[in-house]
């Protein structure tokens, strides 16, 4: 990252007033882009689509921002982040210029931190070793076996998150309105409790969080709850984590095709939706560079769901393999490959590869 400090040398006399505040700017992104393939089969159907060629932010989602920071005295800090995505294969940016992170906060050591803004949901933070083995177009990744823990914002957001007793902190927040903005009608509004909790003593790592969606639009409330452990050995990093989704999803099931063949589960209440999700990976090390990345993830249908919509099938497996190798301290080569069976419940198998470059700053 690069780090532009501002001082009273470089500021015009405008900023006089505030001579005696410290403050950062830091420039910050992420650009990745990889050679692959992805091909994906429905065999109740007899459909078939296979895609080669390049793929945008395939190990780390393409993404650019700025966050600053301003020591305002007594252990107190002003601070604030906007993250825009874009896609590094053709320039283009999403019509919701920061659409991936816009906050501005306080934070102390005595008494925690708040932000407020477009955020993520408290568990996050926490879970973030379990993230799955790349983003964006890959299914290997952790969204789509439990949807609190992915990548997902949420609009109009309020999150407190506590200093560290003994190992031990939590995180709570609020949505006024998910996906919209201030001046939505309450009969549109989507609100979100989130929550978690975290403990953290040497190798060990521990959390669990608990999100709830509600809409007077819809019939029951949605309920996401995920269970997170880490380990850290010498020679290995292990993860693993279970949870539900209940009602509905907080981002949806998508095989990022838009054949009708290939169907998704989309975000917010689904009746007689529910599922249970399980992962396992595991990191090795490979000499000072490099670093071997396996893992297994899964989520079963409840039998009430899988009635509901006579779904092909009531589990879904994805397995993934990934190598990392870091050709400087910003820059690292990596090659991936997933394989899933039953995706979104259908009689859908995929496979994935991919060979790329993620370069951040």
Not at 256 to 265: D, E, Q
Request: overall charge positive; charged content about 15%; some cysteine.
């Amino acid at each position: 990252m690069k780090k532009i400090l501002l001082g009273m040398a470089c500021i015009t006399g405008f900023w006089a007033g505030t001579a005696s505040a410290q403050s950062s700017i830091t420039l910050f992104g992420y650009v990745d882009a990889a050679y692959g393939f992805q091909t994906w089969k429905n065999k109740s159907e007899g459909v078939k689509v296979h895609q080669s060629g390049l793929f945008n932010g395939i190990w780390n989602s393409n993404a650019w921002g700025i966050k600053g920071k301003e020591d305002l005295g007594q252990g107190l800090t002003a601070s604030f982040e906007l993250e825009s995505g874009f896609n590094v294969l053709n320039g283009s940016t999403s019509s919701s210029h920061y659409f991936k992170t816009a906050w501005v906060g306080l934070s102390s050591n005595e008494w925690g931190r708040v932000r407020m803004g477009r955020v993520g949901n408290a568990i996050q933070e926490y879970a973030s070793f379990i993230a799955g083995i790349s983003d964006e177009e890959n299914f290997a990744d952790i969204e789509n076996i439990f949807s609190a823990a992915g990548s997902n914002k949420a609009n109009n957001t309020i999150v407190y998150k506590s200093p560290t007793f003994s190992g031990v902190d939590f995180s709570v927040g609020y949505s006024f309105d998910t996906k919209g903005s201030s001046g939505t009608s309450n009969d549109e509004k989507i609100k979100l409790i989130t929550s978690a909790i975290g403990y953290s003593k040497g190798p060990l790592t521990l959390s669990l969080g608990y999100d709830r969606l509600h809409s007077s639009a819809w019939a029951k409330n949605v309920h996401s709850w995920v269970a997170v452990a880490g380990y850290e050995l010498k020679s290995v990093s292990l993860g693993a984590a279970v949870g539900q989704d209940i009602n509905g999803r907080q981002s949806a099931l998508s095989s990022y095709l838009s054949n009708p063949a290939f169907a998704t589960w989309g975000s917010g209440y689904v009746p007689d939706f529910k599922t249970t999700g399980l992962t396992f990976n595991a990191t090795v090390p490979v000499g000072t560079a490099a670093s071997v990345m396996v893992g297994w993830s899964g989520s079963r249908a409840s039998s009430g769901f899988h009635n509901a919509y006579n779904l092909d099938k009531r589990q879904q497996n994805i397995y993934s393999a990934g190598y990392t190798y870091n050709l400087s301290k910003r820059t690292s080569f990596y090659v991936i490959a997933a394989y899933a069976t039953g995706f979104a419940f259908q009689n859908v198998t995929a496979q994935q590869m991919f060979a790329g470059l993620d370069h951040s700053f």
